[in-house]
């Protein structure tokens, strides 16, 4: 029964953070299918070392540090004339994408939070708009609202949930770390 918690535990967690790991092993592999690949590799050492794995801590960032050395060991497999990138190049790119990453789950949660803050009628447009991807007219008759109003109420919820998510970014930029 526990074997079958951990393994429950391991595919929610890489579930959840499968697009970011994605997106960290192609950003640092210009080959699609070499990117695939290590990708791969790395979720079958992940799987194998994840007994190791302490929950509750930060999953991304082990998953990470392991593509990081997958992708080590892929370019020492490469022949290093054909290699743009040095080690510490490398290195250096991946901590770039990681920042980059983990500031748009920042920005993510900030909006989240944000959406939760809008008044009922006004989150409901948004998710008819961006999550059920209705037209601006489909929405008015949804509401019974004009086009007009339609698109007035949105641009103003846009500009609320930009500047509120702003906020929040400079808040937790500015908090200690």
Request: glycine share 4%; with cysteine; proline share 1%.
């Amino acid at each position: 029964m526990e074997n079958e918690d951990r393994s429950t535990e391991f595919l929610s967690l890489l579930t959840r953070h499968d697009r970011a790991l994605f997106l960290y092993v192609h950003g640092l592999i210009q080959s699609h299918a070499d990117a695939d690949d290590v990708l791969q590799q790395t979720k079958m050492v992940m799987w194998k070392h994840f007994g190791q794995f302490e929950s509750g801590t930060n999953f991304l960032a082990w998953a990470r540090k392991i593509a990081f050395y997958q992708i080590l060991g892929y370019r020492r497999q490469c022949q290093r004339g054909h290699l743009a990138m040095s080690e510490e190049m490398l290195e250096a790119v991946g901590q770039e994408v990681e920042r980059l990453s983990d500031e748009a789950d920042a920005r993510r949660e900030a909006l989240a939070a944000c959406l939760r803050k809008l008044p009922t009628d006004q989150r409901r447009m948004m998710l008819m708009r961006y999550f059920e991807d209705l037209e601006v007219d489909q929405i008015a008759g949804r509401i019974d609202k004009t086009t007009g109003a339609v698109y007035r109420a949105l641009s103003r919820v846009r500009s609320t949930l930009l500047t509120c998510v702003e906020q929040r970014m400079n808040r937790s930029s500015a908090s200690p770390s």
